[in-house]
C-alpha cells in the first residue's frame, strides 16, 4: 500500500506571496492533519480533516487554511506568508473507526520564505 | 509548563548499548502514547504505539507507560548506527490532536 505522498518537497517563496502544499493520504484513509515542524517550536498541530469537514484546529492564524477533497486528498494554503513561516510541513493520514486513529505520515513539504 | 517535555538531547551512544529514551506529560486525560523515529530530511515513522498504562514489545524497541507518574519510556537494546535518528513521544485523547514532544537527537556510533 502507498504512503502518504506530499508535493512539492521543496517550495522556495518570497513574503507576501502565498503557497499551496498538497497531500494524498494513504488508501482508505479519511483523516488528514497538518502539522508544522520547526527547531524552536517542534511539531505544531495546525488542522485535521474528516469527510471534507474541519474536525480540530491548533493556534495558527487564519492565514493557515485547509480544505479537504472528496477523495480526501487534502490542501493547505497560506498567504501573505512571514520570514517565520519556513517549516517542514507535515501531512499525516489516519483511518477512522477503530479504537485509536494511529497518524502515519508523509515525507513533508519544506517551505523557505526569503 | 509545557503539555509534553521531552529532552532533546543530543544523545549519543556506542553500538549495542541500551537506550532509554523519556517523556513526562502533564494531562492526565492522555490514553494513546505513540513513538516515532525521524531521520533527517524526513517525515516521521510510527514506531510504538501503547494505550493506557503498561508495557509493549517489538523486536529490539520496548515502550513503557506510567499514567501514575505521567511518564512514558522508549528503550532500544542492541542500539544500531541505523538507529541514529530523532525520537518523538507523542500522546492525546480519543479524536483530539496529538501533541508532541519536541524530540530526542540519538547518535550511535560504531
Same mark, same amino acid.
Given at each position: 500500500?502507498?504512503?502518504?505522498? &506530499?508535493?512539492?518537497?521543496y517550495l522556495i517563496k518570497t513574503r507576501g506571496q502565498q503557497v499551496t502544499l498538497s497531500?494524498?493520504?494513504?488508501?482508505?484513509?479519511?483523516? #488528514?492533519?497538518?502539522?508544522?515542524?520547526?527547531?524552536?517550536?517542534?511539531?505544531?498541530?495546525?488542522?485535521?480533516?474528516?469527510?471534507?469537514?474541519?474536525?480540530?484546529?491548533?493556534?495558527?492564524?487564519?492565514?493557515?487554511?485547509?480544505?479537504?477533497?472528496?477523495?480526501?486528498?487534502?490542501?493547505?494554503? #497560506?498567504?501573505?506568508?512571514?520570514?517565520? $513561516?519556513?517549516?517542514?510541513?507535515?501531512?499525516?493520514?489516519?483511518?477512522?473507526?477503530?479504537?485509536?486513529?494511529? &497518524?502515519?505520515?508523509?515525507?513533508?513539504?519544506?517551505?523557505?520564505?526569503? | 509548563?509545557?503539555?509534553?517535555? &521531552?529532552?532533546?538531547?543530543?544523545?549519543?551512544?556506542?553500538?549495542? =548499548?541500551?537506550?532509554?529514551?523519556?517523556?513526562?506529560?502533564?494531562?492526565?486525560?492522555?490514553?494513546?502514547?505513540?513513538?516515532?523515529?525521524?531521520?533527517?530530511?524526513?517525515?516521521?515513522?510510527?514506531?510504538?504505539?501503547?494505550?493506557?498504562?503498561?508495557?509493549?514489545? $517489538?523486536?529490539?524497541?520496548? =515502550?513503557?507507560?506510567?499514567?501514575?507518574?505521567?511518564?512514558?519510556?522508549?528503550?532500544?537494546?542492541?542500539?544500531?548506527?541505523? $538507529?541514529?535518528?530523532?525520537?518523538?513521544?507523542?500522546?492525546?485523547?480519543?479524536?483530539?490532536?496529538? #501533541?508532541?514532544?519536541?524530540?530526542?537527537?540519538?547518535?550511535?556510533?560504531?
Amino acid at each position: 500500500k502507498a504512503g502518504v505522498t &506530499q508535493t512539492p518537497r521543496y517550495l522556495i517563496k518570497t513574503r507576501g506571496q502565498q503557497v499551496t502544499l498538497s497531500c494524498s493520504p494513504i488508501s482508505g484513509h479519511r483523516s #488528514v492533519s497538518w502539522y508544522q515542524q520547526t527547531p524552536g517550536q517542534g511539531l505544531q498541530f495546525l488542522f485535521e480533516y474528516f469527510s471534507e469537514t474541519q474536525r480540530n484546529k491548533g493556534n495558527f492564524p487564519g492565514r493557515f487554511s485547509g480544505r479537504q477533497f472528496s477523495n480526501s486528498r487534502s490542501e493547505m494554503n #497560506v498567504s501573505t506568508l512571514e520570514l517565520g $513561516d519556513s517549516a517542514l510541513y507535515l501531512c499525516a493520514s489516519s483511518w477512522v473507526g477503530g479504537r485509536q486513529e494511529t &497518524q502515519y505520515f508523509g515525507p513533508g513539504t519544506r517551505l523557505l520564505v526569503l | 509548563q509545557k503539555e509534553v517535555e &521531552q529532552d532533546p538531547g543530543p544523545l549519543s551512544v556506542p553500538e549495542g =548499548a541500551i537506550v532509554s529514551l523519556n517523556c513526562t506529560y502533564s494531562n492526565s486525560a492522555f490514553q494513546y502514547f505513540m513513538w516515532y523515529r525521524q531521520y533527517s530530511r524526513k517525515g516521521p515513522e510510527l514506531l510504538m504505539y501503547t494505550y493506557s498504562s503498561g508495557n509493549k514489545e $517489538d523486536g529490539r524497541f520496548t =515502550a513503557q507507560v506510567d499514567k501514575s507518574s505521567k511518564y512514558i519510556s522508549l528503550f532500544i537494546r542492541d542500539s544500531q548506527p541505523s $538507529d541514529s535518528a530523532t525520537y518523538l513521544c507523542a500522546m492525546n485523547r480519543r479524536n483530539t490532536p496529538l #501533541v508532541f514532544g519536541k524530540g530526542t537527537r540519538l547518535s550511535v556510533i560504531a
